[in-house]
């Protein structure tokens, strides 16, 4: 059968378009969101985190939103740029001190100059 | 501070060989933890440690084994390596919900 996982989705944006990254997640005990970048040969980055009892929270040209009703995280990068060119992921923390970290499959974007 | 490191960067095992991939942290953290990715995915956890002498097990820690003698080092250990393991590492250390991954080891066994 087809193993999960094998074909990363992928966003294609122009350069200065907004792009939103999308992301579904697995434990309603999760309290804590994290959003990473990861460059090609590099380790993950911290982004921007969110914890449960906030529906959005914004940083610097990024902005994260949480709606817990479907489990559903969003990242929302505007006047997206070359630089932002990498694989994104989402992570959740079921919080309380533990720093298990359960990660997304990931979203390729790549910015078209 | 360096952060977190690894090394070695690369590695080429053959099946049943061992070995020992180093990571260091030097910001003091009590937690460190292991995860691998494979090609399309996302990191997956395997060992872990909240401090010095304590390690425990994550969503994937068979073919591994771990120690945390002091609280900057986290060696992870490849008793008997197998193809299944062949695989990106990476290390990281955290603190106030806050993970620092190192730059990773691509790791080959054939």
């Known amino acids: 059968g087809e193993s999960v996982g094998l074909h990363l989705p992928t966003l294609s944006v122009q350069e200065g378009d907004n792009s939103i990254i999308n992301c579904a997640y697995s434990?309603?005990?999760?309290?804590?969101f994290i959003w990473y970048k990861q460059e090609s040969g590099k380790g993950p980055q911290f982004i921007i985190d969110?914890?449960?009892?906030?529906d959005k929270r914004q940083g610097q040209r990024v902005t994260v939103l949480l709606n817990k009703t479907v489990k559903h995280l969003s990242l929302q990068i505007a006047a997206t740029q070359p630089g932002d060119s990498a694989v994104y992921f989402c992570?959740?923390?079921?919080?309380?001190?533990?720093?298990?970290?359960?990660f997304g499959k990931g979203t390729k974007l790549s910015v078209i100059p | 501070n360096a952060g977190v490191t690894q090394t070695p960067k690369f590695q080429v095992l053959k099946t049943g060989q061992s070995m020992t991939l180093q990571c260091a942290q030097d910001?003091?953290?009590?937690?460190m933890s292991w995860y691998r990715q494979d090609p399309g995915m996302g990191l997956r956890l395997i060992h872990y440690?909240?401090?010095?002498?304590?390690?425990d097990q994550g969503e994937v820690p068979n073919g591994y084994n771990v120690s945390r003698s002091t609280t900057e080092d986290f060696p992870l250990r490849l008793l008997s390596a197998a193809p299944s393991q062949t695989s990106v590492y990476f290390c990281?250390?955290?603190?106030?919900?806050?993970?620092?991954f190192g730059p990773g080891t691509r790791l080959t066994v054939t």
């Open positions: 990281a250390s955290s603190i106030r919900d806050r993970s620092y």
């Open positions: 434990n309603s005990a999760s309290d804590y």
């Open positions: 969110i914890r449960s009892n906030m």
């Open positions: 992570a959740e923390n079921t919080g309380a001190g533990s720093y298990q970290l359960t």
């Open positions: 910001m003091n953290h009590e937690y």
């Open positions: 440690s909240v401090g010095a002498g304590i390690t």
